[in-house]
């Protein structure tokens, strides 16, 4: 039996965090082991928005290429393995683009409309005129998806409706031309750890907010982000109690010094431990548990050409998938088969 297929996609914004190794890419690398795996950077959704403020957009296309290359090196420096997985760039797959094209003309503009996650782009951009492109955002998420007949998404709740939209798609696909050419999609909604920015527990952490601590990052500036946390405000000398449960230093400690917390809890409760002790030991177990990523990540970045090779196989290995599918979508709706035209 072939291994069920496993899609999943991450916009170039620039250098990964924490935020999206714990939440995301952690878990990604373990479905390695059991799935037939396809992970993309979708440039072409990087231009539903304009951009602007240091954020890739459609008016602000410059580090475009940059990001695409990092988010890339990233990747593999976290464990995304290109000789298991496919790893590549959306638009090096141009079937992609008929796919979401043809997907254009069955995708009711009502479902675009209602989707929750249009309406909150609109509002947190203050996007004044929205695009065809970012209203059609979703369809083209469902053809990322289905143009590899992916059966599981890993993906965290936001991304949910988008995911949902991509099983309504193949289901009113498959009844309009009575055909099940592509599977009912699913979320993989898996338990992952929640990453607080430094800024607040109950904040996320995104590189938009500016909370978070990139991979990128020496071990020194990672000291740095970890001294100028968020901390327990009534906490001001050494030897007062603390509170750690609204502490985002107690927070990591949760995630990189698990075994130690009721320790580090007590003695914080007691006043036995002071926040500038506390936060140097987080910035040394931190940088431990990053030290083989940052060294896989200098690799990698020395050579880009090979970086860029790996890409460029793993794009030929997904066109071989994508490009069969198109020609059976081509075939059910009777278009005219393309003759002297491999593809
Ligand atoms: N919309 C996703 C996000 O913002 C990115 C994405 C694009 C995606 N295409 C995908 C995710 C296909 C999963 C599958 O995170």
Not at 48 to 76: F, R
Not at 103 to 117: I, Q
Not at 276 to 300: F, G, T, Y
Request: hydrophobic content about 35%; glycine content about 8%.
């Amino acid at each position: 039996m072939s291994k069920m297929k496993v899609t999943s996609g991450m916009r170039p914004t620039g250098d990964i965090h924490l935020g999206n190794l714990l939440g995301a890419l952690d878990n990604w690398v373990s479905l390695q082991d059991e799935y037939d795996c396809y992970f993309f950077i979708v440039d072409w959704h990087s231009l539903t928005t304009p951009g602007g403020n240091g954020a890739v957009g459609y008016e602000n296309v410059e580090s475009l290429k940059a990001n695409v290359l990092s988010m890339a090196i990233d990747w593999m420096a976290a464990g995304l393995d290109p000789e298991r997985s496919s790893i590549f760039v959306q638009s090096h797959v141009p079937e992609v683009a008929e796919l979401h094209l043809i997907f254009s003309m069955v995708t009711p503009l009502g479902w675009l409309e209602r989707n929750p996650t249009y309406k909150e782009m609109v509002s947190s951009y203050a996007i004044e005129s929205p695009s065809y492109g970012l209203l059609g955002y979703p369809t083209l998420q469902a053809a990322d998806i289905l143009v590899y007949r992916g059966d599981y998404v890993p993906v965290g709740k936001d991304q949910e409706a988008h995911v949902n939209m991509t099983r309504d798609l193949a289901l009113r696909f498959n009844n309009l031309y009575g055909k099940d050419l592509f599977p009912v999609t699913e979320a993989l909604l898996t338990e992952v750890a929640k990453v607080p920015g430094l800024d607040s527990v109950d904040r996320k952490m995104s590189k938009s907010a500016g909370n978070h601590i990139a991979l990128s990052l020496s071990e020194e500036q990672t000291a740095d982000k970890i001294k100028s946390m968020f901390t327990d405000p009534v906490k001001i000398r050494k030897d007062d109690p603390g509170h750690p449960d609204g502490c985002v230093v107690y927070a990591f400690h949760q995630i990189y010094n698990k075994d130690l917390t009721g320790t580090i809890r007590a003695e914080c409760e007691k006043g036995a431990r002071g926040c500038v002790d506390c936060k140097r030991q987080l910035a040394e177990s931190m940088n431990r548990a990053l030290r083989p990523i940052r060294q896989k990540r200098k690799e990698l970045e020395s050579n880009p050409e090979r970086v860029w090779d790996i890409l460029a196989e793993g794009a030929a290995r997904a066109r071989k998938v994508a490009s069969g599918t198109l020609r059976e979508v081509r075939e059910t709706m009777n278009l005219p088969e393309r003759r002297n035209n491999h593809g």
